[in-house]
């Protein structure tokens, strides 16, 4: 691909300075949780630029543009000979979309850096796709030093 348009798909705080999809961004972590696949971070690494940059600019919003990620991850593993696995497709509704309390973990590990853990309604205001970053960044004996970028720039660190 000429262009760069994929990185409106990705947070600031993912960015590398080499090559932004070097490593496997939130938003494809949200598509392979959906679509069922653990993926390696050394299948992810055999996929090409362009296929990685087309997986991560596909929509995942309906059941059958999940079935399309999964298709092409699938065929990709094949190609590549990967290692990566098939998992049990996130059950619908995603703990992500729950806006109606803020997680206990993402409480206590926002916490536990002397930060404050954010209120209901900004949980409420973010996106699924950031809500989800902040499950992923706040998991049980998970050491994140990007926690605290995505929380400035979620607004929720001032």
């Known amino acids: 691909m000429q262009t760069a348009a994929f990185t409106k798909h990705l947070f600031q705080y993912e960015q590398d300075k080499y090559y932004p999809l070097r490593r496997i961004p939130m938003n494809m972590r949200l598509k392979l949780d959906l679509c069922g696949i653990k993926l390696s971070i050394g299948d992810w690494s055999k996929f090409s630029r362009e296929d990685r940059e087309k997986l991560v600019m596909m929509p995942y919003e309906k059941p059958e543009e999940i079935a399309a990620i999964r298709k092409r991850l699938l065929e990709l593993i094949a190609a590549c000979e990967g290692d990566s696995t098939e998992t049990e497709p996130v059950r619908s509704p995603a703990p992500w979309t729950a806006t109606s309390s803020v997680p206990a973990t993402v409480c206590k590990q926002i916490e536990a850096l002397g930060l404050s853990a954010p209120t209901q309604e900004q949980w409420a205001d ?12 706040t998991r049980e004996g998970h050491e994140n030093k990007k926690l605290p970028l995505a929380l400035k720039e979620f607004g929720l660190l001032v």
Do not use: I, Y
């Open 126 to 137: 973010l996106s699924d796709v950031q809500r989800f970053a902040l499950l992923k960044l």
